[in-house]
């Protein structure tokens, strides 16, 4: 069940409701963890590289969530956006919002047979994922399962959710894991952040092998083999 928190009025983010799953203790941790940030009090210039047609979508329609790789570009203006990733944090007609993409220059070049991922592409090759979970969830929800840390950032209803700790990798460009349950995927994804200047220690390495070599063990008991899904990009 979901509860409703206050937080503190001299909180940088300035709002007041947060929504948060978990006991007491778990609430108050995810409420110390991010920020919220109201996008009017973003300097305009912060958010010059992100597609505007994209980001007038997101504020017109409250089911979607922009997060991840796109959002480092508000504090790293060197960053390069790959694409953009958007999640739901409620039911809707996903056709709509297709629609909504057509109609700024965007189309479907790819659907995941389960109906759970699409991919679009527009004529700049801007790469737009709509992600289809069988369970939906609010920002915070969506950014606690997250496998690289710097990630950890979310736009919804015009509002910034982000990790702290996030705004500090992104600006030492240092990749540390939160969680990895496709560890093909999560693999993949370093390449990436590492091709972008990231860098990550040793003991990263060593507990992603760790967790990767449990989650195998585990799959071969279950006889399954989720572990080499690589989700998404």
């Known amino acids: 069940m979901f509860q409703e928190i206050i ?3 001299n909180n940088v983010s300035r709002f007041q ?3 948060l799953p978990g006991n007491n203790v778990s609430r108050y941790r995810l409420s110390n963890k991010y920020k919220k940030i109201s996008l009017l009090n ?3 210039q912060k958010l010059i590289k992100l597609n505007q047609d994209i980001l007038n979508i997101l504020k017109s329609d409250s089911n979607l969530i922009l997060a991840g790789g796109a ?3 508000i504090i790293d203006a060197n960053d390069e956006i790959i694409d953009y990733d958007i999640f739901f944090n409620s039911h809707c007609d996903i056709k709509t919002v297709i ?7 965007f189309t479907v070049y790819w659907e995941c047979p389960k109906g759970e991922l699409f991919n679009l592409r527009n004529k700049n090759n801007e790469k737009v994922q709509l992600v289809l979970p069988n369970v939906f969830k609010s920002p915070i929800e969506w950014l606690e399962i997250f ?6 950032i979310a736009l919804h209803n015009n509002i910034l959710y982000i990790s702290k700790l996030a705004i500090k990798d992104i600006r030492k460009k240092l990749i540390f894991l939160e969680n990895v349950p496709y560890p093909v995927a999560t693999f993949r994804r370093i390449m990436k952040y590492n091709k972008k200047g990231y860098h990550i220690y040793q003991k990263e390495i060593e507990n992603l ?5 449990n989650l195998i063990l585990s799959s ?3 006889n399954d083999d989720d572990w080499r899904k690589y989700s998404i990009d």
Do not use: H, W
């Open 7 to 9: 937080l503190p009025e």
């Open 17 to 19: 409701k947060i929504r």
């Open 42 to 44: 973003i300097k305009p």
């Open 71 to 73: 959002l480092r570009t």
């Open 99 to 105: 629609e909504k993409f057509k109609n700024i220059g």
């Open 147 to 152: 496998d690289i840390r710097a990630g950890q």
């Open 209 to 213: 092998l760790i967790k990767s070599s």
């Open 220 to 222: 071969q008991l279950k």
